[in-house]
């Protein structure tokens, strides 16, 4: 059997150099690429770390289980591992996302199954091809991304839109009888003023961390916390844009450097609800966004910058190519590790 181990070592190749799959001595065939992998990724743990880490350490690992060096850094290409034509994918579910390109039909895809505990429990290695049957309509669902910029202590960054300055009335009600995901009505509206002044008490607070994958739960404390120092007696969140419509407000908790947008640009002015004839748009929507920083098992909140969609760009600029990065989501059968 050839040793594919020993003849990259001998070559000194690095994962970037590409070799031909007809080189029989250094392209591992597809079924020794999932035997190798197997023999070194399965039963390894990554629990705790957070996901960028995670994405580090098993590239290291597949490098090391192939014969290859591991670089100081990884160079973001297509494919991650261009030498031996392959993408890797950590699933602890069966929905897959790929993004910013359609499936290749010549790529291999690596897919690694972790466990409830975080550990790799299988390896299974497929063509493009096959991974190509899973996909039932080919498109491209867009992400919108920001980059998330730091400033010095809390500030409301703007005005509201001309549309919600209208639609305004005063004074400013209380809340106490009013549900969150309630369409906004004129006299329950509250000015992005008013908003401001409710959360800033929120500040210096912590949530619990619970762990690098649980994004979604501490959201659901932020939530929480903020329906309450804004005055409702519930809180309710059934996962719509915005996060609570009664006040057109879409909350953000950022410890990273990216803030993720979803489907909706802040300035693309797209229709996200009618009430009577009048039209709100993505550009009406104010964001709260709670500057954070992990601390053990907290997070504490140390600034609040609240935004109106118009103006969300000038201080937390999209990505480039317009801000867009698409993803093709596909549901791998039940049967796939089998």
Same mark, same amino acid.
């Given at each position: ?62 490098? %090391? ?84 910029? $730091? ?20 004074? $400013? ?84 450097? %990216?803030?993720?947008?979803?489907? $909706? ?74």
């Amino acid at each position: 059997m050839t040793d594919y181990i020993q003849n990259i070592r001998n070559c000194r190749l690095s994962i970037y150099d590409r070799i031909a799959p007809d080189n029989n001595s250094l392209f591992i065939p597809t079924d020794v690429l999932e035997e190798l992998l197997s023999n070194c990724l399965i039963g390894y743990s990554l629990h705790g770390l957070p996901l960028r880490t995670r994405s580090k350490e098993v590239k290291s690992l597949i490098c %090391t289980a192939l014969g290859y060096p591991v670089p100081r850094a990884f160079i973001k290409t297509q494919p991650r591992f261009p030498g031996q034509n392959f993408d890797v994918y950590t699933q602890k579910s069966l929905n897959v996302q790929i993004w910013n390109e359609e499936i290749d039909a010549t790529r291999r895809y690596v897919f690694l199954q972790i466990d409830e505990d975080d550990i790799i429990s299988n390896v299974r290695v497929i063509s493009g091809e096959f991974l190509a049957r899973f996909d039932r309509t080919g498109k491209l669902t867009t992400k919108y991304q920001a980059t998330m910029n $730091h400033f010095n202590k809390s500030y409301l960054l703007s005005e509201d839109s001309p549309k919600i300055i209208d639609w305004i009335t005063y004074p $400013h009600t209380c809340l106490n009888n009013v549900n969150p995901n309630d369409d906004p009505s004129r006299h329950k509206l509250l000015p992005i003023e008013e908003i401001f002044d409710r959360l800033q008490p929120m500040v210096g607070l912590r949530i619990d961390y619970l762990d690098s994958l649980q994004e979604r739960n501490r959201g659901a404390q932020l939530h929480k916390l903020i329906c309450k120092y804004l005055g409702y007696s519930i809180y309710e969140d059934d996962g719509t844009y915005p996060d609570i419509v009664n006040q057109l407000l879409e909350i953000k908790l950022q410890t990273s450097p %990216t803030i993720d947008l979803g489907l $909706h640009s802040p300035e693309d002015g797209a229709p996200i609800l009618r009430i009577g004839n009048t039209v709100f748009s993505s550009e009406d929507v104010r964001y709260v966004i709670f500057d954070g920083s992990v601390s053990g098992s907290h997070i504490s909140l140390d600034r609040l910058y609240l935004v109106a969609g118009c103006d969300f760009t000038q201080y937390f600029p999209l990505f480039k190519g317009k801000g867009k990065n698409a993803k093709i989501q596909l549901l791998l059968p039940g049967d796939f590790f089998d």
